[in-house]
């Protein structure tokens, strides 16, 4: 009996299987995408440390070498920093003088006038790009008062609250990048200068937002007359350009989704008005695009003033010419003046001195490889000078990365070739000669809507830009 239990039992115990039991698939394919997430997230962690720490410690730089030309670059605009940003250092001994210690992301300006962005979000200093060059960039805060093509010489001077006890000095260049870019031309009406604010350096920017404020404050003020109020909420922008029409835009904004909440009871009072001495506004733009930004402004109760000529401007009013009609004061709190630029005194100075072959008075006058006409030595890029070309920042900015490939080829490092090569390479004109090439127009025009002009496939396509559909 026992046997048999025995047996039985025996019989009644299973051997343990030896197959290997059927792994998970999705336990496998999530330990691989496990594993390769860990991966691109030490990767990417590792890069970004790598990246910051090189941006905070450049390393060490080559020194000044006396065996070297001397490049001098005056300005650190658009051209300016492109060139120096391409540049190869290491060919050369390179000097900035700029009264700016940095580089202005220009397009965005009316965002700061009107309190959208802090200044400092648009501002990159130049010696944080010069630090990172292979041979020392010698940065000086200074504006350029003389430019002497015959003995290549640049005198400066420091323009700023603070001075040395010797602010004046003088320096020898080989080759002269000249890049001082242009000024707000006025045309000579009075009280443009002393009443009415630019749109073209920071602190141009600042200044509009200040007196906006203090418009719309005084405004609120107790006791404020309701035809003053009027005025001092009128806001006039001279320029139908891509600058106007942003400015004109980004005001349109901060009236209605800012200060209508702020100030509500200020809101019926204010007034927007753009005035444009041509037939119409933005000129280099396609018809369908001028139409559509008059539509935009005209739904958004700016008033478009097409061939009105300004007459003058007062702390209270701007006098204006509208076609075939008398002149008109019109009171206002606020003018802005972006209609055009002009060249500076510096600029025309040395014009001056070149009067045979600079016969522009629009800006000087460059051969197809940017070098100024009558001083070889002398390479002229930005709105500085008078091209077939728009004054515009794109235009600048190839420019400025053409001269530094351009001046960038040397073949070796010996000295009897290194004084030769710069002077071979432009007075034979071997390298190819600069051409632009158009990368797009675009204007924001308000109401979280936009403009451009896009060249696809060699044609000019229009796009109507908005914040829910683009077209």
């Excluded at 960039?137 to 008062?145: D, L, P, W």
């Excluded at 924001?444 to 451009?452: H, L, N, Q, R, T």
């Amino acid at each position: 009996m026992f046997a048999r239990r025995l047996v039985a039992a025996a019989r009644a115990v299973r051997p343990l299987s030896t197959q290997p039991q059927p792994q998970n698939k999705w336990r496998g394919f999530l330990q691989v995408v496990g594993r390769v997430s860990l991966v691109s997230i030490v990767a990417a962690t590792g890069t970004l440390y790598y990246v910051s720490h090189k941006e905070r410690h450049p390393g060490p730089q080559l020194p000044f070498d006396p065996d070297k030309k001397t490049l001098v670059v005056l300005g650190s605009g658009w051209g300016a920093t492109s060139l120096l940003k391409h540049l190869d250092t290491e060919n050369y001994n390179t000097i900035v003088i700029s009264p700016k210690n940095f580089f202005l992301f220009t397009p965005l300006l009316p965002s700061v006038a009107v309190g959208t962005l802090a200044a400092r979000s648009i501002l990159q200093p130049t010696r944080f790009l010069t630090r990172h060059k292979a041979r020392e960039v010698k940065v000086i805060e200074a504006e350029a008062t003389d430019v002497d093509p015959i003995n290549k010489t640049v005198t400066f001077t420091d323009s700023s609250p603070l001075r040395p006890l010797e602010p004046t000095g003088t320096i020898n260049y080989d080759y002269l990048v000249y890049a001082v870019g242009a000024e707000t031309q006025t045309f000579g009406i009075p009280g443009v200068k002393e009443n009415a604010c630019f749109m073209k350096e920071i602190t141009d920017a600042e200044q509009m937002q200040r007196r906006f404020l203090d418009c719309v404050e005084t405004a609120a003020f107790p006791g404020t007359s309701e035809e003053e109020k009027r005025r001092l909420l009128h806001m006039v922008v001279v320029g139908g350009g891509p600058t106007g029409i942003e400015v004109a835009g980004e005001l349109h904004d901060f009236l209605e989704e800012d200060l209508k909440s702020w100030y509500p009871e200020l809101h019926p009072y204010m007034r927007l008005t753009l005035v444009e001495a041509l037939p119409s506004v933005l000129p280099t733009f396609s018809k369908e695009l001028i139409k559509y930004t008059v539509k935009t402004f005209e739904e958004s109760k700016i008033d478009i003033m097409t061939g009105t000529m300004v007459k003058g401007v007062s702390p209270t009013s701007v006098t204006l010419k509208p076609k075939d009609t008398l002149e008109q004061q019109v009171d206002c709190g606020l003018v802005v003046w972006a209609a055009g630029n002009t060249s500076r005194p510096i600029t025309k100075n040395l014009m001056a001195k070149l009067s045979n072959e600079q016969t522009n008075k629009r800006g000087i006058s460059v051969d197809s490889h940017l070098r100024m006409l009558g001083a070889p030595s002398i390479f002229a890029l930005g709105d500085c000078t008078s091209t077939s070309y728009a004054p515009t920042a794109q235009v600048a900015s190839q420019q400025g990365a053409y001269l530094a490939l351009k001046n960038g080829e040397q073949p070796d490092d010996e000295a009897t070739k290194r004084i030769e090569t710069l002077k071979k390479q432009v007075g034979k004109s071997r390298l190819n000669p600069f051409e632009y090439s158009h990368q797009g127009s675009l204007a924001y025009i308000g109401s979280d809507k936009a403009i451009a002009d896009l060249p696809i496939f060699g044609r000019e396509v229009c796009r109507l830009l908005s914040s829910t559909n683009v077209l």
